[in-house]
Structures are given as C-alpha cells and as structure tokens.
C-alpha cells in the first residue's frame, strides 16, 4: 500500500483568507500577481475566470498532460490567489510529476488559505511518507486530524507512519481505535487491527 493523495473538486466555495504572499522563494505565483488586473471588474469576474482555469486544468490532469495542467492551475491561482482547490491540485500534480518541492509549496499554500480543511495537511503527510521522513509525515498527519479527528486517510495513514518510524504511544493506541471506528476496507482494517495488538502488548510492558 501507498499513500494516495487526494485532490479537490472544482468549482469550490473560495475562501476569505488570503495566501500571506504565497510559500517564501517559491516560484509559483503568489498574492499580489494580478491583483490590480484591468480586464476584471470585480471579484465575481475574477473568481469565475479562476474556476474556468483551474476546471481546465482537472480536464488536462485527468488526461494526463500533467504540464499543461500545471499551466492552468498557475493561471488560476494568478487570477484569484485564494483560490484553495487550484493550489491543492496543483500540488497533487506536482506529485504526480515526482516534483516534491513544488508540490511541498503548493499544498503549504493550500493548507494556508484553508486552515480548517484536512486535505492539504494529510496531502502533505502523504507527500513526506513517499518520501520517508515520517517525522515530518506524522506531524502533517496531526495537523489534519487536528482539522478533522476521524478523517479516515490521516488515521491510517498516521498509524503507518508509527508502524515505519518504530513509534508506539498512547496517542497512537487512540488513532488506531479512532481508525477501527470508520474504516471499511477489509485490508486496512486487518492492518489496523495488528497495530493494535503489536501497540497495547507494547504499552503493556512499558506499564
């Protein structure tokens, strides 16, 4: 099993929060690119000019003309650089083309301008887990089920993580139960519950 992430749907609520100037050194556009752009009255135009760009770009995604999806993702977030979904798939393409970096700035972008949706933290612990710095993967996790305690992918996905990294606390007992909870899939489910085992028999002894 892999980590999978996950991207959103367009078009999305736009959200009141602004980028803060978008990821420091990144090269994707950032707050102020466009903001002062003539051909848009008001906002209403610019958020519908937004969500045509970035409904492109998951048509070229899903074709997998990933650069030229890229493109249009960019577009958007010039456009209307709140838009959270665009810089969430931008950052799931990112990925896709096995450019961490860039999928890194996009989803702390995403993250940013939505400080309560989980899918850009649990992205972003995908992102490290493919990687293997499960430190950094196991804090994303957190932040997302900090956001939402019982989304699924961050509870199984944070209890792997222990598993790799050789952790077995108390907190990772109550994500596997928390799991157990909401888990449907018969392969998860059997993984989960070995967590649980291995985990209770070791804070067992640690008792």
Same mark, same amino acid.
């Given at each position: 099993?892999?980590? !999978?992430?996950?991207?959103?749907?367009?078009?999305?609520?736009?959200?009141?929060?602004?980028?803060?100037?978008?990821?420091?050194?990144?090269?994707?556009?950032?707050?102020?690119?466009?903001?002062?752009?003539?051909?848009?009255? @008001?906002?209403?135009?610019?958020?519908?000019?937004?969500?045509?760009?970035?409904?492109?770009?998951?048509?070229?995604?899903? +074709?997998?003309?990933?650069?030229?999806?890229?493109?249009?993702?960019?577009?958007?977030?010039?456009?209307?650089?709140?838009?959270? $979904?665009?810089? /969430? @798939?931008?950052?799931?393409?990112?990925?896709?083309?096995?450019?961490?970096?860039?999928?890194?700035?996009?989803?702390?972008?995403?993250?940013?301008?939505?400080? $309560?949706?989980?899918? +850009?933290? +649990?992205?972003?612990?995908?992102?490290?887990?493919?990687?293997?710095?499960?430190?950094?993967?196991?804090?994303?996790?957190?932040?997302?089920?900090?956001?939402?305690?019982? *989304?699924?992918?961050?509870?199984?996905? !944070?209890?792997?993580?222990?598993?790799?990294? @050789?952790?077995?606390?108390?907190?990772? /007992?109550?994500?596997?139960?928390?799991?157990?909870?909401?888990?449907?899939?018969?392969?998860?489910?059997?993984?989960?519950?070995?967590?649980?085992?291995?985990?209770?028999? *070791?804070?067992?002894?640690? $008792?």
């Amino acid at each position: 099993m892999r980590p !999978s992430l996950r991207s959103a749907v367009v078009p999305v609520v736009l959200l009141t929060l602004a980028c803060a100037g978008g990821p420091g050194g990144c090269s994707i556009p950032s707050r102020g690119d466009g903001a002062n752009d003539p051909v848009f009255a @008001n906002d209403a135009e610019r958020i519908a000019e937004a969500q045509r760009l970035a409904v492109e770009g998951d048509e070229l995604r899903k +074709a997998k003309r990933l650069e030229d999806a890229i493109g249009k993702y960019k577009q958007a977030v010039t456009t209307y650089p709140r838009f959270y $979904s665009a810089w /969430l @798939n931008m950052g799931v393409t990112f990925t896709e083309q096995g450019k961490y970096l860039e999928a890194r700035e996009a989803l702390t972008a995403a993250s940013e301008i939505e400080p $309560s949706d989980p899918e +850009a933290p +649990a992205n972003l612990g995908d992102l490290y887990q493919m990687q293997r710095w499960y430190d950094d993967a196991a804090r994303n996790y957190a932040e997302a089920l900090k956001r939402n305690p019982y *989304h699924a992918r961050a509870l199984r996905e !944070s209890v792997r993580t222990d598993f790799l990294r @050789n952790v077995r606390t108390d907190d990772t /007992l109550d994500r596997i139960r928390r799991a157990l909870e909401v888990e449907r899939d018969p392969a998860w489910r059997s993984f989960l519950q070995r967590q649980k085992v291995m985990v209770e028999g *070791h804070l067992k002894t640690q $008792s």
